[in-house]
């Protein structure tokens, strides 16, 4: 099953002259246990767009579905029960961390589902592994004495604690170190492992296509370029374009594909923008040497 988007608009303050298109006949799929990275401009309607997911807003026009049912006229209990199925991270979730221990913060969430007792350590101490906080270290540690990358972590564990098919993130990575968003990818990769769907909004096209199986592109609440996060970043200079910042090896390989088109544009980390490289180095080698050979023909005898 999956996350479906059929056609869906949103229009802010409708009738009045302040009305505001944020989103416009979005059409789009979410594949079940895949990481789903959506990026756009400032103003293109990436967090609107995952609000819309968790039932927080309901469209103008259009369907959403989650796993077959439509959710965008759910109300009441039902509407509960999604956002227990489809967990909402909002920028700087460490805002919402308010108990006193990080255990106490945790056990919040499921302990509102019935969990008790044992059953209740062992999820939160399940939840602080995936996040990489290690229950004997932190568990009885303050929220107020852990850094903002830390209470983040801790924000996210109570989230997944949860136990939810899908975790939705808002720039997850803003205002973290190098450690701390490395930490941060490895725990969406674990959730993946585990078999949940995740979404993540950024404006960080670089953290998003080192996890990201597919990419949604955004620009002024239409949806411009979708699909597997390959073939996206085969399209770089649209992205460029539309105002999305490259990682600056994806700037390198665009300026060499200017002189040598056969250059392949779809690698998702420096590691491989350098393999390519030096393919790219190894085939003009090989060609050079081989003009030479021609140039110079056959010897002759006694030469």
Known sequence: MSIRLEEVSLIYHPGTPFQTAALECITCTMTKGDITGIT???????????????????????????????????????LTQLRRKVA????????????????????????????????????????????????????ERTCASLSGGQKRLVALAGMVAMRPDYVLLDEPWAGLDAVAR????????????????????SHDLEDLVEISDRLLLLKEGRLIMQGPTRTVLNHCSELVASGIEVPVWHRVLLEIK????????????????????????????LRCRSRKQEHSGPRENGA
């Not at 103003?43 to 989650?66: A, D, H, R």
């Not at 990080?102 to 589902?113: C, K, N, S, Y």
């Open 88 to 139: 909402l991270a909002f920028q700087f979730p460490e805002k919402q961390v308010f108990e006193l221990t990080v255990r106490e913060d945790i056990a919040f969430g499921p302990r509102q589902l019935g969990l008790r007792g044992e059953e209740l350590e062992n999820r939160v101490c399940w939840a602080m592994e995936q996040v990489g906080l290690p229950p004997a270290r932190y568990a």
């Open 182 to 201: 490395q930490h941060l990818k490895q725990f969406i990769l674990r959730l993946k492992g585990e078999g949940t769907t995740v979404v993540l909004v």
């Open 258 to 285: 200017k002189r040598c088109p056969e250059i392949n544009l779809a690698v998702t980390d420096v590691e491989e923008a350098a393999d390519e490289l030096e393919r790219l180095l190894r085939s003009a080698h």
């Open 40 to 78: 756009g401009p400032t103003g293109s309607g990436k967090s609107t767009l995952l609000q819309l997911l968790n039932g927080l807003l309901k469209p103008s026009s259009g369907q959403v579905f989650i796993d077959g049912e439509r959710i965008d006229q759910l109300g009441g209990e039902k």
